[in-house]
Every structure is written in C-alpha cells, then in structure tokens.
T-cell receptor, first 117, second 113 residues
Framework: AQTVTQSQPEMSVQEAETVTLSCTYD???????LFWYKQPPSRQMILVIR??????QNATENRFSVNFQKAAKSFSLKISDSQLGDTAMYFC??????????????FGTGTRLQVFP | DGGITQSPKYLFRKEGQNVTLSCEQN?????MYWYRQDPGQGLRLIYY???????QKGDIAEGYSVSREKKESFPLTVTSAQKNPTAFYLC????????????FGQGTRLTVV
C-alpha cells in the first residue's frame, strides 16, 4: 500500500523569504503522479503543482517548484518570495498512474505554513 | 462553469441518525472520492469510485456508505454505526485524461449534537 509522509506539522517563514516543505512517500509502483495542494482558511483545496514520475525535470509553477528525487522517494516543495497569501495548510498527495488515471488518491497529514510580515 | 458542488455546507445530526451528504460534479469526470478531514490527520479516504455503479472502500469506510448511480453524483451516507462522525468532509473528482488532477468541492462540516 502506498503511504505519504509529511514530517513537518508546522512551518513559518518571513515574507519574501524562501521555505521548503518536505514530503516522502512509499510505493512499489514505477508510474505515478505526485501533487502539492494548498488549503487556505477558506478550506478550498487548490492544486499548487503536479509532477509525473516519468519526468526527470522538476516541475515549476511561478514561485513554486519541487525537488523530485525518485530513488529517494522524496518530493519537497519550495516556495520562493513567500507572500502573506501563501499562509495555508499544504498537503502532499500520491496517485498511481493506471490506465484510466483514476486510481486511489492518497494524502499526507499536511504542513501548516504561516507567513509573517 | 464546471465544478463540484457539495451540500449542505453545514449539517447537524442527532446521535443515532443517518445523514446523507451530497456531491455533484459537471466536469464529466469518471472518478469521485470522499475524504474526511480531522485536525492533525490530513485527508483520509473513505470511499472512491472509478466508474458508475462501482466503488471501493478507502482506509476508513466503516460506518459510511456510498452509491454511484450516475456519473455526476456520489452521495455519502454517514450511518449511526459511525461512532465519531463530527468532521469536515470533502468530495473530489479526477479525469482519466493525461495531466490529471483532483478537483474539490467546498466541503461539508458535519456536527453531531
């Protein structure tokens, strides 16, 4: 069974600084997707970034980038130039890539990020 | 606009009652999911459905039931067998196409009174 582990329950960073959130996962699958989702106080889940396991290049979305280490089963999220609006819960998630791409979607326990002015 | 709609936003249940949470999507997605969110425990999978008329148990299915009679709808019933139902419930769906991602509803807060 797949598992996702986020070992940092809480993190804080000053505005404009850089912060890295950690995520490790366990799977015997070769093909899968990894995601980072953001949940602000409104509790609406928002996709931050997605990585396909077969791609060696790390995904980037504006100020958000990942460090994907497939052999180490690590998938960290780096937020550059942190903004007050980045304050939220961040969840790492895993989905096995099946023929229909609609397999079980597993989440970690989350990291609460606080951005200070 | 396409999206996922959960209703109601807040729900109160007396002990011993069954309640049903609604989840409807107009994204034409095949797969739908129900998660429970408790403080410090992240999102735990209750049930998921990859196709109409089929669904599988997640990690915490006891005390819950689902149906998937239509592609657009995936209601969750919290039965009286669920001993600690107070939580925030999230519904999600995914597409079967490449570059898949999960889209979420806005959630239902269930409180037992």
């Amino acid at each position: 069974a797949q598992t996702v582990t986020q070992s940092q329950p809480e993190m804080s960073v000053q505005e404009a600084e850089t912060v890295t959130l950690s995520c490790t996962y366990d799977t015997s699958e070769s093909n899968y997707y990894l995601f980072w989702y953001k949940q602000p106080p409104s509790r609406q889940m928002i996709l931050v970034i997605r990585q396909e396991a077969y791609k060696q290049q790390n995904a980037t979305e504006n100020r958000f980038s990942v460090n994907f280490q497939k052999a180490a089963k690590s998938f960290s999220l780096k937020i550059s130039d942190s903004q007050l609006g980045d304050t939220a819960m961040y969840f790492c998630a895993f989905m096995k890539q099946s023929f229909y791409n609609t397999d079980k979607l597993i989440f970690g326990t989350g990291t609460r990020l606080q951005v200070f002015p | 606009d396409g999206g996922i709609t959960q209703s109601p936003k807040y729900l109160f249940r007396k002990e011993g009652q069954n309640v049903t949470l609604s989840c409807e999507q107009n994204l034409n997605h095949d797969a739908m999911y129900w998660y429970r969110q408790d403080p410090g425990q992240g999102l735990r999978l209750i049930y998921y459905s990859q196709i109409v008329n089929d669904f599988q148990k997640g990690d915490i299915a006891e005390g819950y039931s689902v149906s998937r009679e239509k592609k657009e709808s995936f209601p969750l019933t919290v039965t009286s067998a669920q001993k600690n139902p107070t939580a925030f419930y999230l519904c999600a769906s995914t597409t079967d196409r490449a570059n898949t991602e999960a889209f979420f509803g806005q959630g239902t807060r269930l409180t037992v009174v």
